[in-house]
């Protein structure tokens, strides 16, 4: 099994050899521990389940959550030569690195899941998702495991009415201060925000988008966020992005922000440019592991990196998904 924390580092690092991290950062709103990482594990840490299972490929954002001792990952698992859904799957790990599915996979049998992004807060877990046609809707759950489906999200323009039908999909959401802020993404053609206070009905902040695709050719096709952190009094969004048209490439870029609406990207982008082995790699996340921040990818299997630069104790809750404001 291998070992998480200080030693993983040194272990890791031997064996896996040859950095990926640019070089350091000269901007003092990107600070070093958030954007140099070395190489990602040479094997997937979590893959699909097999020629015969439902779970086959896994497909575009899972969403990791450290817990206390414990770390937990929903993912979307699908095989087309059994049938076209994408359903939630579940898996555990007691560090991030070694993870058991769940006997109960698929969690929700009967139902489009993917995409996912999970929120805890008040004993509670909200995920909010794709579902057909790249719908974002709401599950809630009490134990990780059981969830209930709550309903497609309703996001409305400035002025009140529905935003114009078409997809809704990549959910990122954000709590703070009573206040559900809402990112998601249009045919990934820019990132709009919304805000709520009752998880009923979300309402533009800005027609336009909050986040939008270029001018630099990293991001010029497309765009989606992967996940918002706060460290240091700052937010950071960690997002995809596609520099080529017909979107067979992606890549890891960030962005920061003092008040979640308004958004710098980092000069240094994209943070984890196309791998040329497997040139979708894209989703990630950054999680804290108690010593140092770990960027992990999810699509089409889980990878992760490790910082350069160590940050014990750290924004832990923040950058989890552990929301207690």
């Known amino acids: 099994m291998l070992q998480s924390c200080g030693l993983v580092v040194i272990v890791l690092c031997g064996m896996w050899a040859g950095l990926t991290a640019c070089c350091p950062a000269a901007d003092p709103r990107f600070p070093s521990a958030l954007v140099e990482f070395g ?21 575009e954002r899972g969403w990791i959550l450290r817990d206390g001792g414990t770390w937990h990952l929903w993912y979307t698992g699908s095989n087309a030569d059994r049938d076209p859904l994408r359903r939630l799957g ?57 969830w209930r489906r709550e309903g497609p999200l309703d996001i409305r323009l400035v002025d009140g009415r529905a935003i114009p039908d078409g997809p809704r999909g990549t959910p990122a959401v954000w709590r703070e201060r009573g206040v559900w802020y809402l990112y998601y993404e249009r045919m990934d053609r820019g990132v709009w925000l919304a805000t709520s206070r009752n998880l009923r009905t979300f309402t533009n902040v800005s027609d336009e988008p909050v986040l939008a695709c270029g001018p630099e050719p990293y991001d010029r096709h497309a765009i989606a966020v992967d996940q918002i952190v706060r460290h240091a009094g700052r937010y950071y969004a960690y997002y995809h992005s596609s520099p080529v048209e017909n979107r067979s490439q992606w890549q890891t870029c960030i962005a920061t922000s003092t008040d979640l609406v308004h958004w710098v990207k980092y000069a240094g982008n994209p943070l984890l440019p196309v791998d040329p082995a497997h040139p979708k790699r894209s989703s990630g996340m950054l999680i804290h592991d108690g010593c140092r921040q770990r960027l992990y990818t999810t699509h089409p299997d889980v990878r992760v990196r490790f910082s350069l630069h160590a940050t014990p104790g750290g924004d832990e809750a923040a950058s989890s998904g552990l929301q207690k404001r």
């Open 39 to 59: 190489p990602a594990s040479p094997q997937p840490l979590f893959a699909g389940g097999g020629a015969a299972a439902w779970d086959r490929d896994l497909r």
């Open 90 to 146: 579940y898996a555990s790990s007691p560090d991030g690195l070694n993870w058991t599915r769940s006997p109960r996979n698929p969690l929700v049998a009967d139902a489009w899941v993917e995409d996912s992004c999970v929120v805890k807060w008040c004993g509670k877990h909200f995920m909010f998702a794709e579902g057909e046609q790249d719908i974002a809707h709401l599950l809630t759950s009490t134990d990780r495991l059981g």
